[in-house]
């Protein structure tokens, strides 16, 4: 989840942010980091590019962009496999 | 007046990130910004260094009207970039020049009339006109205005602020003076 966090950090520009500062299952938007609307489409932008995987419909990301973790079981059970 | 016009050789990112911290300011979406929300960000918030303009106004009634000649193309180029690969929310919302205005505003609470002008150069007259039409029609109290013009590694901003209450230093609000602070930072006048 290290690695998920620093791409987030990338993706998003949050160069305040250490990997470290972000809790597994602090919630991303709102109360949690603060993320809007915009940076959960650079999110999907980031699954896409980084994970090939593209979501199933946008109603998903809520779920999805819950937390760290949530992403990260997403990204385990979505990633396209490779021989 | 402020003057924001960097001949140090730094590349236009560094240049405004070195001046962000420089300057201690705390805003962390300064890091998403395009480099024109950047620079009309940063000067601004020097133009406004220990005024609470929105506290001193009207929020309704403080508006801002900025102008340069190259609109958002340096934002644009960038997502242009994007396009090739995958498009880039973060940087499509910074395809218009008038973003910038926005960021100021949710920075400064400003709520009044606002627009961004797009002119070959700086057009000293329109922009007093503008303005000194809007303090005629009882619109605004207060205006933040000015050139704010980036593309690539060439920037520059000359913003000021203008008033309807006298201030200590305050200069008379005509087109003499405008064409004053424009050109102080346009190097043509050792200010």
New interface residues.
Partial sequence: MADLKQQIIAQ?????LKPEDIGDDQPLFVEGLGLDS??A??LI?LL??EYKIKLANAEEGQDVFRSVRTMAQYIREHQPKTV | MLLLNDKTGSDTTGFLLSAYKYFNVDYPKFYKMDNLCKLGFLSVELLLEGRRIAEEYSPETVGIVLSNANSSLDADLNYFQTVKNIPSPAQFVYTLPNIVIGEISIRHHCKGENAFFVNDRFDAGFMQFYVQDLFGRKRINACISGWVECLGEEYKAAVYLVENRPGKEALPFNIDHIHQIYEIANGEING
């Fill in positions: 998003l520009n949050l160069k305040d915009i940076d489409l650079e932008v896409q590019q």
